[in-house]
């Protein structure tokens, strides 16, 4: 037995559950196994997944993948928390390969997080391989942590913002972003977080 399947099973006896009875005798097993995929991220190779996917198209408009499904557990409870994720950026002659965002999404997702680390370490990434002339990230997510154990109304959903470059300084580009994010939305949760600098930011 692995040190975290062993770990496992003096968790379930620490409960006062009985890890030899039939439905957790491989209860352990499940759980090395699903917590070792859930923060594979933290042995996943940036560069590896982004190299080769990196294109020079003279292309200065945004690009923007939307509704990316994020799954991530919270470093505070290790409960998940889970939601969706929005990317834009605007090239300054450099893109990379759109299935490559959710990639990198995963990857920060697959590790124990805060939302807000988790929002600014998307940007601060697309930032630093495509040298953009901005990227945004918005992240909007239900934390477990408060919906199960009752700290906030059950529907309460986070949501946490990184503007970088022209996101950050024109209120156009970023209106822009996020009209498109929820086209024709009111003016909502996701634009009063969104004014602000380039740290993230959440309620
Ligand atoms: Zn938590």
């Known amino acids: 037995m692995s040190e975290m399947q062993d770990l496992v099973r003096q968790l379930l006896a620490a409960l006062g559950e009985d890890p030899d009875r039939e439905g957790l005798r491989e209860t352990p097993r499940r759980v090395d196994k699903s917590l070792t995929f859930l923060t594979s991220g933290y042995r996943a190779d940036i560069d590896q997944i982004v190299n080769g996917a990196l294109f020079t198209v003279e292309y200065n408009e945004m690009v923007m993948v939307r509704d990316i499904d994020v799954y991530s557990l919270c470093e505070h409870h290790l409960l998940p928390f889970f939601g969706k994720c929005h990317v834009a950026y605007i090239p300054d002659g450099r893109v990379i390969g759109l299935s490559k965002i959710p990639r ?81 939305g009111p003016a909502g949760s996701v634009r009063r977080v969104s004014g602000g600098g380039d740290d993230s930011e959440s309620i």
């Open 104 to 184: 990198i999404v995963d990857v920060f997702a697959r590790r124990l997080q805060v939302q807000e680390r988790l929002t600014m370490q998307i940007a601060e990434t697309l930032e630093a391989k495509l040298h953009p002339l901005g990227v945004a990230v918005v992240m909007e997510a239900t934390h477990l942590c408060m919906a199960m154990r009752g700290v906030e109304k059950q529907n309460s959903v986070t949501v946490t913002s990184a503007m970088r470059g022209v996101f950050h300084q024109d209120p156009r580009t970023r209106a822009e972003f996020l009209e498109l994010i929820h086209p024709g």
